[in-house]
Nanobody, 124 residues
Framework: VQLQASGGGVVQAGGCLRLSCTASGGTFSSRSMAWFRQAPGKEREFVAS????????NYAEFLKGRFAISRDNAKNTVWLQMNSLKPEDTAVYHC??????????????????WGPGTLVTISS
């Protein structure tokens, strides 16, 4: 599976962005997809995941409803809608497939392979 994330950029605090991740190869619809992020000097952290069928979502508690994950299996694409962005959301955002239809596991070891990610910068 190869992944291409896009949609990052520079946004003012309070703004929004929509990230996209398109997968090629593999069986996209049978695997969960997740978004993680990694800020400079910090470890990669879980943001959100969605089941292969798109019916189950899981979010990091710190998001407090600001982000929404969705997918279209016909397009092999998963999105991350990010609203009410804060400077602390600045990071490189990565998407990755899980190893099954869905897992509540939020550890990065449960997902992969990883694409290069897309940089999101939130200015105050």
């Amino acid at each position: 599976v190869q992944l291409q994330a896009s949609g990052g950029g520079v946004v003012q605090a309070g703004g929004c962005l929509r990230l996209s991740c398109t997968a090629s190869g593999g069986t996209f619809s049978s695997r969960s997809m997740a978004w993680f992020r990694q800020a400079p000097g910090k470890e990669r952290e879980f943001v959100a995941s969605i089941s292969g069928s798109g019916t189950i979502n899981n979010y990091a508690e710190f998001l407090k409803g600001r982000f929404a994950i969705s997918r279209d299996n016909a397009k092999n694409t998963v999105w991350l809608q990010m609203n009410s962005l804060k400077p602390e959301d600045t990071a490189v955002y990565h998407c990755a497939p899980g190893r099954s239809e869905f897992t509540y596991n939020t550890r990065s070891e449960a997902y992969g392979p990883w694409g290069p990610g897309t940089l999101v910068t939130i200015s105050s």
